[in-house]
């Protein structure tokens, strides 16, 4: 790990393992720091842990120099709070990276945890502060136009349903499911036909957790389950198993399913990388585009919180934030 007390930085900012070590050196008589290194020692942490962790404490004795009380350590119970979001404050003003932040923290944490169990300080200071998030990109969203040119490419496929074992209408109700319902991939390939309300107007969906919802099937999505239903009971004799299996009934596996998406949008003529995560994405923008509310977008994707549901969306900030104010201007006060 590069840089002073983290790995990575985003660029410039002092750097250097010779200057971490200076740090380091600074606290070599203070207590605490050395019965917080012992400790990690005997717990068999790997030299590469220890130093990091080392280094960032020597860091934070570094940017709030004013706790350090010359040889006889740095005051470690007289950071506060405000000291600890201000230490924050500066490590990203410096140019940390978000995951560098959040690494020192972790250190920071687990030291004051110590101080804490040893009765060396009342609280931990960096308790519930997070480093800033780190940026992750969002999948390709596909236009409306894209997505509809995709969900009826198995429609496509040359000859009857039938002389394809009825792949091209599973596929079919696949795509439309992922598109017009938002699921994640491993709930999907998790559904059983037992699963399925009367008349398929919903999934019982299995999400993260062991969470359990109930999804609602409408449009081409629901016309998509029933005839590969009737395709597969042409008696109507009641199905059980997996929703979507292979040939030899079984359940499709992830792998098995990214595979189908790709398959049809290559043959839809796509030029965006598309996968299911995509579509899940998708589903949520045009859902917003289209005036859905943000708790209901949040309860179909099985989200915990509506911070989730807001990082699924490629719709502008202006438009998000328009959208979150309504919301708390429609929430009743809570009762005292």
């Not at 409306?144 to 074992?165: F, N, Q």
């Not at 949520?284 to 179909?300: F, G």
């Not at 900030?317 to 009743?332: G, M, Q």
Request: charged content about 25%.
């Amino acid at each position: 790990m590069g840089g002073v007390g983290s790995g990575h930085r985003r660029g410039g900012g002092e750097g250097g393992g010779d200057r971490s070590d200076g740090r380091q050196s600074r606290l070599l008589g203070d207590p605490l720091f050395n019965s917080y290194r012992r400790s990690l020692l005997l717990s068999g942490r790997s030299p590469r842990t220890l130093k990091a962790a080392m280094d960032d404490l020597a860091l934070l004795s570094t940017l709030e120099e004013r706790l350090l009380a010359g040889g006889e350590g740095f005051l470690w119970e007289r950071l506060d709070r405000p000291r600890a979001l201000r230490f924050v404050k500066r490590l990203h003003d410096r140019g940390y990276a978000p995951s560098s932040i959040s690494r020192i923290l972790s250190s920071l944490r687990g030291f004051y945890g110590f101080l804490v169990e040893q009765g060396h300080a009342a609280d931990d200071p960096f308790a519930g502060i997070s480093g800033p998030r780190a940026d992750r990109p969002l999948p390709p969203m596909l236009t409306e136009t894209e997505a509809e040119a995709l969900v009826t490419a198995p429609a496509h496929v040359e000859g009857p349903a039938s002389e394809d074992g009825g792949r091209s209408l599973r596929d079919r109700a696949i795509l439309e499911l992922f598109y017009q319902t938002g699921v994640r991939l491993s709930e999907l390939c998790g559904l059983l036909w037992e699963d399925a309300a009367s008349g398929i107007s919903s999934l019982r969906v299995r999400g993260k957790g062991g969470k359990e919802r109930r999804v609602p099937v409408v449009g081409e999505a629901r016309e998509a389950l029933r005839a590969l239903r009737e395709s597969l009971s042409p008696s109507g004799a009641p199905l059980s198993g997996p929703l979507f299996a292979d040939k030899d009934g079984g359940p499709l596996s992830p792998w098995q399913v990214s595979r189908i998406v790709k398959k049809y949008a290559r043959e839809a003529g796509l030029s965006v990388r598309v996968s299911p995560h995509a579509l899940r994405h998708s589903c949520a923008t045009h859902l917003l585009d289209r005036e859905a509310d943000l708790r209901e977008i949040q309860s179909l994707l099985g989200h915990a919180s509506l911070g989730s549901t807001q990082r699924y969306l490629h719709t502008g900030l202006s438009e998000i934030a328009r959208k979150l104010s309504k919301i708390r201007d429609e929430t009743p006060p809570a009762t005292p």
